[in-house]
T-cell receptor
Framework: SQTIHQWPATLVQPVGSPLSLECTVE??????LYWYRQAAGRGLQLLFY??????ISSEVPQNLSASRPQDRQFILSSKKLLLSDSGFYLC???????????FGEGSWLTVV | RKEVEQDPGPFNVPEGATVAFNCTYS??????FFWYRQDCRKEPKLLMS???SGNEDGRFTAQLNRASQYISLLIRDSKLSDSATYLC???????????FGTGTSLTVIP
């Protein structure tokens, strides 16, 4: 069966520090991968999605970036965090034909 | 205009009540529709897909109205454990993009 893991689960980072969130998917090949952010009391905002290795589409201009170095690995990064980057970050995957999206357990980021 | 819109609620209902949520979408070419459930501080999880003919899973019934571009979720005999936020999700015909509503909050009261 397919599983998705992301880490770390919780982190507190100072303003201006770097960020790296990692996500891996097991049990499937060539998945579509996504990074979403959910601010407190708000809906899911698509940040990036990827349909293949090295292929990244950015939905919202910001100080975040994403990379997909391997088929089932997706990384969200920032060189310098802002207070507004605080939120709940969710990695997700889907397969084109299945058209259902599955989420990792999420990473809570607090920028202080 | 947002791709998907939901009434945020909150809906506060007593145990045993029937409650219905609606969700509208703007893209008439949308292909697939889902309801997700999100518990507090947790990731969204698939509750059920929504098919053109409507579908039922126990106490939950989902329906799609393409002409009016809305989907609905009906929960019968509400349980305390149904308390959560319910998100409607719509995909494009490419299958790569998922559009989420902001969610409807449900609290079932003893």
């Amino acid at each position: 069966s397919q599983t998705i893991h992301q880490w770390p689960a919780t982190l507190v980072q100072p303003v201006g520090s770097p960020l790296s969130l990692e996500c891996t998917v097991e049990g499937t090949s060539n998945p579509n991968l996504y990074w979403y952010r959910q601010a407190a009391g708000r809906g899911l905002q698509l940040l990036f999605y990827s349909v293949g290795i090295g292929q990244i589409s950015s939905e919202v201009p910001q100080n975040l970036s994403a990379s997909r170095p391997q088929d089932r690995q997706f990384i969200l990064s920032s060189k310098k965090l802002l207070l507004s980057d605080s939120g709940f970050y969710l990695c997700a995957w889907s397969v084109f034909s299945g058209n259902t999206i599955y989420f990792g357990e999420g990473s809570w980021l607090t920028v202080v | 205009r947002k791709e998907v819109e939901q009434d945020p609620g909150p809906f506060n209902v007593p145990e045993g009540a029937t409650v219905a949520f609606n969700c509208t979408y703007s893209n008439s070419a949308s292909q697939s529709f889902f309801w997700y459930r999100q518990d507090c501080r947790k990731e969204p999880k698939l509750l059920m897909s929504v098919y053109s003919s409507g579908n039922e899973d126990g106490r939950f019934t989902a329906q799609l109205n393409r002409a009016s571009q809305y989907i609905s979720l009906l929960i019968r005999d509400s349980k305390l454990s149904d308390s959560a936020t319910y998100l409607c999700v719509v995909t494009t015909n490419t299958g790569n993009q998922f559009y989420f509503g902001t969610g409807t909050s449900l609290t079932v009261i003893p």
